[in-house]
């Protein structure tokens, strides 16, 4: 079994920016992620399966729901330490990233901000204890970027709706207990609501052949007549915010959790720069090596920066959309990029299961296009800054 050496970069000594209580869950989750993610995380991938048998860990360790309150089996923390949480588990994988993002801000957060009481004491005790397990249907086969086209809908059938359509491209769909489903009702509006595993008409085929993402089960949601409860609709919102707002908190943890895949790739680069020997040398002895890990520092340190800034925005409440898509947008491509920069300090080597580099390049060409591709994200700080509305 391969041990896993990994040294986090602080170029800028982040850590004195850091309390106490956010460096203790930060080394906590890390020491886990060595411990219980490290060892399977390469097989489990190259063979495509989601390793179910972390859930309860990422539980203990508080990936869901971080910043769920208390009283509800949340941890009660703070934002920044919501990120580092994302930080450390996607240094595991994207993957095991993506299932705590998906728990936490795509499937607590809208019960806990939209819910009734009663679907809050239901839901967010199961889901924060990993007993249950949920996923988030926005995306539809035709309305990715789009979703306000979306043609999933309900149909008020007096003591339930009827639910029917299809939804794409979900994470943790073949597995989940639960769905947070967004459908359009008779009026147009976009709702909110429950649907559980179980429920007639209600299925969710697996999605397979993926080269990204592969530790992380992907899936469809149908609903052919499926009969939703009333009391399972979220009363407290309608419209787009809804499903929006979750996204805002997706994509904040993203921000965070690509710092991770780019210090595991910046970690594995120099390290095996020190030990690889041609032409007599090292190879970090190389101007042109120096010249690329010396850049993977210099943007590692810029993403941190920016992601701690926009912590202390959000824990303030006052971080806007348009700031979380320029953090999202931003630190995912710099982690692609130095994936891409560490693959060729590893030479060949750096193509096999040896190394984490290929891994995480793979998983960051689907987190650099879900919760809003490169590109969408760039349109949005274009309106923000501009007033104009380049979309359409
Ligand atoms: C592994 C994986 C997991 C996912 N998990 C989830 C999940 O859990 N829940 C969920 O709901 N969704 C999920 N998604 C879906 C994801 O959010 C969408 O793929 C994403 O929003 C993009 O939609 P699309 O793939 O339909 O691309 P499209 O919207 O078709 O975009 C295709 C291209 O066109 C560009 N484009 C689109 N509109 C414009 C425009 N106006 N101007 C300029 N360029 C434009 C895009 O930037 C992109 O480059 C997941 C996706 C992947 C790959």
């Known amino acids: ?101 998906v728990q936490s801000s795509l499937v607590m957060y809208p019960i806990y901000t939209f819910g009734s009481g009663e679907q809050k004491k239901k839901y967010l005790p199961a889901l924060a204890s990993g007993e249950m397990m949920g996923c988030f249907g926005l995306t539809e086969p035709d309305f990715g970027s789009n979703p306000a086209g979306m043609v999933t809908n309900i149909k008020d059938k007096g003591d339930h709706f009827l639910l029917n359509g299809a939804k794409m491209w979900i994470s943790n769909a073949p597995f989940a207990d639960i769905a947070v489903v967004w459908a359009k009702d008779e009026q147009g509006d976009i709702r909110g609501l429950v649907a559980e595993r179980g429920m007639k008409g209600f299925t969710t085929p697996e999605t397979h052949n993926k080269w990204s993402l592969r530790a992380s089960a992907t899936g469809e949601l149908v609903f052919d007549n499926v009969k939703i409860p009333k009391a399972n609709v979220f009363p407290g919102v309608k419209g787009l915010k809804g499903p929006l707002s979750c996204l805002n908190s997706a994509r904040y943890g993203i921000a965070w959790g690509a710092i991770g895949a780019a210090m595991d790739c910046y970690d594995s680069a120099l390290r095996y720069s020190k030990q ?102 760039l349109l949005i700080t274009g309106m923000d800054v501009t007033g104009e509305n380049a979309f359409m």
């Open 1 to 101: 079994m391969k041990t896993d050496h990994f040294l986090a970069p602080d170029y800028y000594l982040l850590d004195e920016l850091l309390s106490e209580e956010h460096r203790l869950v930060r080394d906590s989750v890390r020491a886990w992620v060595k411990k219980e993610v490290s060892p399977v995380i390469e097989d489990a991938c190259q063979k495509a399966v989601f390793p179910k048998q972390l859930l309860k860990g990422l539980a203990q360790v508080g990936a869901f729901g971080p910043y769920i309150p208390a009283e509800y089996g949340g941890g009660g923390l703070d934002q920044i330490a919501y990120g580092l949480i994302m930080q450390e588990l996607e240094r595991g994988d994207s993957g095991i990233r993506s299932t705590a993002s």
């Open 276 to 377: 690889r020997v041609q032409f007599g040398k090292p190879i970090a002895a190389f101007q042109l090596t120096q010249k690329k890990l010396a850049e993977m520092l210099t943007e590692i340190t810029k993403a941190q920066l920016l992601a701690w800034r926009l912590g202390v925005m959000k824990n303030e409440n006052k971080a806007t959309p348009a700031q979380i898509s320029m953090a999202k947008r931003n630190n995912v491509n710099m982690a692609l990029q130095i994936a891409r920069d560490a693959r060729q300090i590893h030479g060949a080597m750096g193509i096999t299961g040896e190394y984490p580099i290929m891994r995480h390049m793979m998983n960051l060409e689907s987190v650099i296009t879900y919760e809003g591709t490169h590109d969408i994200h």
